[in-house]
């Protein structure tokens, strides 16, 4: 049996994440002070103390991107730690937008400091991309990858405006992104088609889409102090949708060749991620494909879990297990086994 950890990403945040966790669980606890502590030591906003963010958000902002994205990497190493002090470790991992984030920490590439400070940049320059824009993310049920993105070429040839398709998330469900007008516009050429429904999505950015690139650019000059280490397991990534070569190379082999490959190739990896489509379905079929029977969704929220089951039923597979690890509840379940 093999086993893949799959974190969630930004949209499944909530006040109040984590506090059975950091309760019941000393190393959730140790994970989740040092990694507030450190943030604090280096941003001077009170929004950092991550306990005060995640249990309380009195300040309503959890929901920010700045903010959303080191309380949950920062949940994601918690959850990963009281896994591998129970003996539980992936043999795969991988992670929906900012979780690919987690899933390297997983993958022992950088320690959850480390993980959370990325993020938090990776967050603040996310934030800056979207100031002054007036945009628009919708998800787009019961419609083919092809058609939809004759719509969005339409629409950019038309009005010169920019859309795009920025999450393949599973079987009829992709995610457009862009332009707020754009945006309509294709949902609406896209709701002509037969049993198509469009659902706009509460988000405060063109997340990976072109207005995404002075992030990446930022991310490219900040990975250049950032030392990586070999992986422990296999990741795949949401750029490629699947391993890459020289990442997963490293995993069993410790020459001067494979690591220079691997750190190089990660950063771009990641720079990448951030202003282009997310290729969940493809992870998750390629996971499938590998011998993949155990699932474990860390995070709050079933999102995931339920992509995996859409794809495994397309997939016709049956013989698969999935669990989402979001309360102490879920890591008694989960350890138990």
Sequence with gaps: MKTAFLYAGQGSQHAGMGADLYRDYPEFRRVFDGVSEGLQKNYSDRNYDLCRLCFEDPDGVINETRYTQPAMVAFACGVTEILKVHGIRPDYAAGLSLGEYSALQAAEVMDSETAVEMVA???????????????????????????????????????????????????????????????????????????????????????????????????????????????????LFNYLGDESEAVSSSVKSTTATTAAAFRKAIPELLVEQVQKPVRMEAIIRNLFAKGVTDFVEIGPGHTLSGFVKKVAKDMGISDYTVNAVETSEDVEKLTAR
Excluded: W
Excluded at 192 to 210: A, N, Q, Y
């Design 121 to 235: 940049f990776r967050g603040q320059k996310m934030a800056e991309a979207s100031e002054g824009v007036d945009c628009g993310m919708t998800a787009v049920l019961g419609m083919g990858e092809s058609d939809l993105e004759a719509c969005c070429e339409k629409v950019r040839t038309e009005s010169g405006k920019i859309v795009s398709i920025c999450n393949y998330n599973c079987p009829g469900q992709i995610v457009i992104g862009g332009e707020k007008e754009a945006v309509e516009m294709v949902a609406e050429l896209a709701s002509e088609f037969d049993k198509v429904r469009c659902i706009p999505l509460k988000v405060s950015g063109p997340f990976h889409t072109s207005y995404m690139s002075s992030a990446g650019d930022a991310l490219q000059g900040y990975f250049r102090n950032i030392r990586m280490n070999r992986p422990k397991c296999n990741v």
